[in-house]
């Protein structure tokens, strides 16, 4: 790989800060996210935001089929001339928010197995949009994320980083953190730690339809008002006090707890007992 200042010299490109980019340029660290990422025969592996290529040319060492999605024009031409006649590499010129990934994905039982260093602004709402969009083709997903995002997809019930986008990722994978990246692996260097994270994804749901977008609408209720007591949070669900108080007997919860103390289980009871 050619060193990252002679490319963006003879490509003319300046990192922007205002699209959040930070490129990864520690080959400890690559070698480290290139070992931890699985990629089972029969799956595809897509990279979010190939950059100047320096994790696309080891995804392409996996004998994958591998997709690279990338917005910038002058990051693509980069990745066009390293790869765009490489066996097995397809590139895409794309906004990954909305290009459809569906097409991407090989025929089932086969998954996406995805992977990327995202520009931070991206992080929640591209984990949001793979959960609970695109989680039938995902096997599993691996991004760098700041380390305060991968310390709330794991958080535990009760602390400061337990939330919305807690449960979210809870409900439809199993989050883990793989290793922390401190900022001075990056070129520019960000204001922030980060950390590499795994999502995998689950199979099964305990809810589905109206009764999962009701539960979501739980949770939305729940960490707008955080520090209040479960029984007054709910009652921007619109439910009568009589609904809410019987609801929350049948769930086994004191109505003085705050919701924010509720694991995943124990709020899906609730919401089965709102119904």
Same mark, same amino acid.
């Given at each position: 790989?050619?060193?990252?200042?002679?490319?963006?010299?003879?490509?003319?490109?300046?990192?922007?800060?205002?699209?959040?980019?930070?490129f990864l340029t520690d080959?400890?660290?690559?070698?480290?996210?290139?070992?931890?990422?699985?990629?089972? +025969?029969?799956?595809?592996?897509?990279?979010?935001?190939?950059?100047?290529?320096?994790?696309?040319?080891?995804?392409?060492?996996?004998?994958?089929?591998?997709?690279?999605?990338?917005?910038?024009?002058?990051?693509?031409?980069?990745?066009?001339?390293?790869?765009?006649?490489?066996?097995?590499?397809?590139?895409?010129?794309? /906004?990954?928010?909305?290009?459809?990934?569906?097409?991407?994905?090989?025929?089932?039982?086969?998954?996406?197995?995805?992977?990327?260093?995202? +520009? *931070?602004?991206?992080?929640?709402?591209?984990?949001?949009?793979?959960?609970?969009?695109?989680?039938?083709?995902?096997?599993?997903? *691996?991004?760098?994320?700041?380390?305060?995002?991968?310390?709330?997809? #794991?958080?535990?019930?009760?602390?400061? #980083?337990?939330?919305?986008?807690?449960?979210?990722?809870?409900? *439809?994978?199993?989050?883990?953190?793989?290793?922390?990246?401190?900022?001075?692996?990056?070129?520019?260097?960000?204001?922030?730690?980060?950390? =590499?994270?795994?999502?995998?994804?689950?199979?099964? =749901?305990?809810?589905?339809?109206?009764?999962?977008?009701?539960?979501?609408?739980?949770?939305? #209720?729940?960490?707008?008002?955080?520090?209040?007591?479960?029984?007054?949070?709910?009652?921007?669900?619109?439910?009568?006090?009589?609904?809410?108080?019987?609801?929350?007997?049948?769930?086994?919860? /004191?109505?003085?707890?705050?919701?924010?103390q509720l694991g995943l289980?124990?709020?899906?009871?609730?919401?089965?007992?709102?119904?």
């Amino acid at each position: 790989m050619e060193s990252i200042s002679d490319l963006f010299k003879e490509f003319s490109y300046r990192p922007r800060k205002s699209q959040g980019q930070n490129f990864l340029t520690d080959a400890s660290i690559l070698g480290s996210i290139e070992r931890a990422i699985e990629c089972p +025969p029969g799956d595809i592996l897509l990279e979010v935001g190939g950059g100047y290529g320096a994790l696309t040319e080891r995804l392409a060492n996996k004998r994958a089929p591998l997709t690279v999605v990338e917005p910038d024009h002058k990051l693509f031409a980069m990745l066009e001339r390293k790869f765009g006649k490489a066996p097995g590499v397809h590139l895409v010129k794309a /906004d990954i928010l909305k290009l459809d990934l569906a097409p991407l994905a090989p025929p089932s039982p086969a998954r996406l197995t995805l992977a990327g260093n995202i +520009p *931070y602004y991206l992080t929640t709402p591209l984990i949001t949009r793979l959960l609970t969009q695109c989680n039938s083709i995902l096997r599993k997903v *691996y991004l760098m994320v700041q380390k305060e995002v991968a310390d709330r997809l #794991a958080a535990k019930p009760g602390t400061k #980083a337990y939330g919305s986008l807690t449960l979210c990722a809870q409900y *439809y994978s199993l989050p883990k953190k793989i290793l922390d990246v401190p900022a001075r692996c990056f070129r520019p260097r960000p204001q922030v730690d980060s950390a =590499f994270i795994e999502l995998e994804m689950k199979t099964a =749901f305990p809810l589905s339809g109206p009764s999962e977008k009701r539960f979501f609408a739980l949770v939305r #209720a729940i960490f707008q008002s955080r520090r209040k007591m479960l029984s007054n949070s709910l009652k921007s669900l619109g439910r009568p006090g009589e609904k809410v108080q019987e609801a929350l007997r049948k769930a086994a919860l /004191d109505p003085q707890v705050r919701g924010e103390q509720l694991g995943l289980e124990k709020l899906v009871e609730l919401a089965l007992a709102l119904e």
